[in-house]
Antibody, heavy 123, light 108 residues
Framework: HLQLQESGPGLVKPSETLTLTCIVSGDSITSGDYYWGWLRQPPGKGLEWIGSIFYTGNTFYTTSLKGRVTISVDTSKNQFSLNLNSVTAADTAVYYC???????????????WGQGTLVTVSS | SYVLTQPPSVSVAPGQTAKITCGGDNIGSKSVHWYQQKPGQAPVLVVYDDRDRPSGIPERFSGSNSGNTATLTISRVEAGDEADYYCQVWESSSDHQVFGGGTKLTVL
């Protein structure tokens, strides 16, 4: 039974770095059939894709956050992480991790999601 | 960048059929996926690859995709179907996952 669990601080100060980890259980992150992604949802707004990573390290990032975002994978711990630097209040959102069917060249949809974690950017 | 357009809201009486549209340039050439999100919960995939259903999703949920419009159809709507629904594609020219703005389904 696949489970994804986000972990990290719920409060980050402006200009600092937001770091979240997604712990995957019930499936190997090195499966060649999936990307692993981060998404977010500001309060009262829609879903926004942040980026995705393949276990080999191949990554895709949204253009709107490029330069501030890094996604990495730790295959030994079966987890992947999000770093978003220079945060502002506009980065306040519920952050989700998700599994995305795909191959090395592209991801597709999100077939399993974590429960989400609210991150507030405030001093 | 590729844009997906959804109506902000759709209302339907219980037992009737709800149709939620997702517009995009030549969206019929892409695979469209649909999510249901209830308040305070993570999204749930209800249709993928235009018309396939994950295990556990009722047959009342179906999808179609042609031309410039994809449609999620919910038959015999129940009160428990009240939620926000999002369409999504993978835009291969930019390697981006793109979401529509979401549609709030209200069951009258």
């Amino acid at each position: 039974h696949l489970q994804l669990q986000e972990s990290g601080p719920g409060l980050v100060k402006p200009s600092e770095t937001l770091t979240l980890t997604c712990i995957v259980s019930g499936d190997s992150i090195t499966s060649g059939d999936y990307y692993w992604g981060w998404l977010r949802q500001p309060p009262g707004k829609g879903l926004e894709w942040i980026g995705s990573i393949f276990y080999t390290g191949n990554t895709f990032y949204t253009t709107s956050l490029k330069g501030r975002v890094t996604i990495s994978v730790d295959t030994s711990k079966n987890q992947f992480s999000l770093n978003l630097n220079s945060v502002t209040a506009a980065d306040t959102a519920v952050y989700y991790c998700a599994r995305q069917p795909g191959d090395y060249g592209s991801a597709s949809h999100c077939d399993h999601w974590g429960q989400g974690t609210l991150v507030t950017v405030s001093s | 960048s590729y844009v997906l357009t959804q109506p902000p809201s759709v209302s339907v009486a219980p037992g009737q059929t709800a149709k939620i549209t997702c517009g995009g340039d030549n969206i019929g050439s892409k695979s469209v996926h649909w999510y249901q999100q209830k308040p305070g919960q993570a999204p749930v995939l209800v249709v993928y690859d235009d018309r396939d259903r994950p295990s556990g999703i009722p047959e009342r949920f179906s999808g179609s995709n042609s031309g410039n419009t994809a449609t999620l159809t919910i038959s015999r709507v129940e009160a428990g179907d009240e939620a926000d629904y999002y369409c999504q594609v993978w835009e291969s020219s930019s390697d981006h996952q793109v979401f529509g703005g979401g549609t709030k389904l209200t069951v009258l």
